[in-house]
Structure formats: C-alpha cells, structure tokens
C-alpha cells in the first residue's frame, strides 16, 4: 500500500504557473504508475495526466496538452504537475493517484491523496 500527499497549491492570476508535488510513502512509488486528476465545484472528477512507472511514457487529457506537464523523480518517491498559463476554469481540487495496473490507464486508480486547492483569479 502506498499514501499520497499532494502539496503546492494556492491561489494565483490567469497567466501564471503552479508545480504541484504528490509525495508517495509506505510501498515504493515505482511500483504504481501515477496520476493527477482534478475535481472542480460542482463537477465530476476528471482525468488530468498519468506517467508509467518508468517516466518514459505519458498521458494527457487533450485539452490540457501543452500547458501541463507531468514528471516524477522516482529517486524522492515523487510525482510533479507543472501547470502553465492558467485559467480561471482550471480552479479545482487536484488529486495524486497511484495504479497498479500494468498499462497507463485513466482509471482504476487504487490510491488517492487527499487533494491540494488551486485557484485562480481571472
């Protein structure tokens, strides 16, 4: 079993930048691929990006391709989202996830963070 705990959240401007970090602890964090999903007030949860156990394969929600970028540094147990240019409808709450399954997938995730808040103001 792993945990998950997001941070680097907060509330900025459209036009800037966040990096969000998911720290995994417990069960090492290589042997799950990884995802960011997001959950905005009054909506369902959505896929955001995932990244393979590796780092070498990656996948992203096509309306989100080119803005964010999702990484890991399996060395700290680590997974990062780097969000550029951000809009007011990227406010949501962002969930790390961890999936044993053996493909990339955009859902059955097994494990869940408790989610970091990210605001911006148009």
């Known amino acids: 079993q792993v945990q998950l705990v997001e941070s680097g959240g907060g509330l900025v401007q459209a036009g800037d930048s966040l990096r969000l970090s998911c720290a995994a602890s417990?069960?090492?964090?290589?042997?799950?691929?990884m995802g960011w999903f997001r959950q905005a007030p009054g909506k369902e949860r959505e896929f955001v990006a995932s990244?393979?156990?590796?780092?070498?394969?990656?996948d992203y929600a096509d309306s989100l391709k080119g803005r964010f970028t999702i990484s890991r540094a399996n060395i700290k147990n680590t997974v990062y989202l780097q969000m550029n240019d951000l809009k007011a409808e990227d406010t949501a709450l962002y969930y790390c996830?961890?999936?044993?399954?053996?493909?990339?997938?955009?859902?059955?995730?097994?494990?869940w963070g408790q989610g970091t808040q990210v605001t911006v103001s148009s």
């Open positions: 990244i393979s156990r590796t780092g070498l394969t990656t």
């Open positions: 996830a961890a999936s044993t399954t053996l493909l990339l997938v955009r859902d059955r995730y097994q494990y």
């Open positions: 417990g069960r090492t964090s290589t042997s799950y691929n």
